[in-house]
């Protein structure tokens, strides 16, 4: 989904609305740490990353309230409503389809949102930013071998993408304890994409990783919420 999309759909909720969904986004960006979208450019990414680590925006603390799932499902309904207007007279639209997946990603309703990526999917498998942020969305829902699997069936399209790369390594660490296959699966995405912005971050992952190089593959860490 294009940040120009994005920008149209957050127009059609309330200002009020729009603030408190970014703030609970960027609340889970921080817990989650390092993933991407599957869509995003490098620079987006990077710029992504050290917009979460800001301060001055809404906290945990009390600067800004915390919508409830049922608050943040009803955002999402809403936001979604015009593209599933469209989706009934169009119903094999694949970018449609991955455009109402990436309103229930961003609100953090995976369940929903792997169900509208498998349709786009369905007709447009080789969309690797789809599949890529499906997989982010497996991962989400604890379930770090679909996620690892649907990364692999994406690197079969695009072996180079820097995103499922980068999003794989952090699957293989945090969901497997497999400290070799992380850490040579961020080394590829450094080799394949020599001008890559965010290679001080995925440099960092490799150090951190490195660090649990004693724990027994297989230890799953279950994902944070």
């Given at each position: 989904?294009?940040?120009?999309?994005?920008?149209?759909?957050?127009?059609?909720?309330?200002?009020?609305?729009?603030?408190?969904?970014?703030?609970?986004?960027?609340?889970?960006?921080?817990?989650?740490?390092w993933f991407i979208r599957g869509s995003q450019s490098p620079a987006a990414a990077v710029a992504q990353t050290?917009?979460?680590?800001?301060?001055?925006?809404?906290?945990?603390?009390?600067?800004?309230?915390?919508?409830?799932?049922?608050?943040?499902?009803?955002?999402?309904?809403?936001?979604?409503?015009?593209?599933?207007?469209?989706?009934?007279?169009?119903?094999?639209?694949?970018?449609?389809?991955?455009?109402?997946?990436?309103?229930?990603?961003?609100?953090?309703?995976?369940?929903?949102?792997?169900?509208?990526?498998?349709?786009?999917?369905?007709?447009?498998?080789?969309?690797?930013?789809?599949?890529?942020?499906?997989?982010?969305?497996?991962?989400?829902?604890?379930?770090?071998?679909?996620?690892?699997?649907?990364?692999q069936k994406s690197l079969t399209y695009e072996p180079n993408k820097a995103s499922t790369l980068f999003n794989?390594?952090?699957?293989?660490?945090?969901?497997?304890?497999?400290?070799?296959?992380?850490?040579?699966?961020?080394?590829?995405?450094?080799?394949?994409?020599?001008?890559?912005?965010?290679?001080d971050k995925v440099e960092e992952l490799i150090a951190q990783a490195q660090k649990h190089s004693g724990v027994?593959?297989?230890?799953?860490?279950?994902?944070?919420?």
């Amino acid at each position: 989904m294009t940040d120009t999309n994005r920008t149209n759909a957050i127009e059609q909720w309330t200002t009020v609305q729009a603030y408190v969904l970014a703030v609970i986004c960027l609340l889970v960006g921080i817990a989650a740490g390092w993933f991407i979208r599957g869509s995003q450019s490098p620079a987006a990414a990077v710029a992504q990353t050290a917009s979460a680590s800001a301060p001055g925006m809404g906290n945990a603390n009390g600067d800004a309230p915390v919508p409830t799932p049922a608050q943040m499902q009803q955002m999402a309904d809403t936001q979604a409503a015009p593209l599933l207007e469209k989706l009934k007279a169009d119903p094999n639209n694949p970018k449609l389809l991955e455009n109402i997946g990436d309103i229930y990603y961003d609100a953090h309703l995976f369940p929903t949102s792997i169900d509208y990526y498998q349709r786009s999917l369905k007709l447009e498998p080789a969309n690797t930013g789809a599949r890529t942020d499906m997989a982010t969305a497996y991962w989400y829902s604890g379930n770090p071998d679909a996620a690892i699997e649907e990364f692999q069936k994406s690197l079969t399209y695009e072996p180079n993408k820097a995103s499922t790369l980068f999003n794989m390594g952090i699957v293989e660490w945090q969901g497997k304890m497999d400290i070799s296959k992380a850490v040579a699966t961020w080394q590829k995405l450094l080799d394949t994409n020599p001008n890559y912005e965010g290679k001080d971050k995925v440099e960092e992952l490799i150090a951190q990783a490195q660090k649990h190089s004693g724990v027994k593959p297989g230890t799953t860490a279950k994902p944070l919420q």
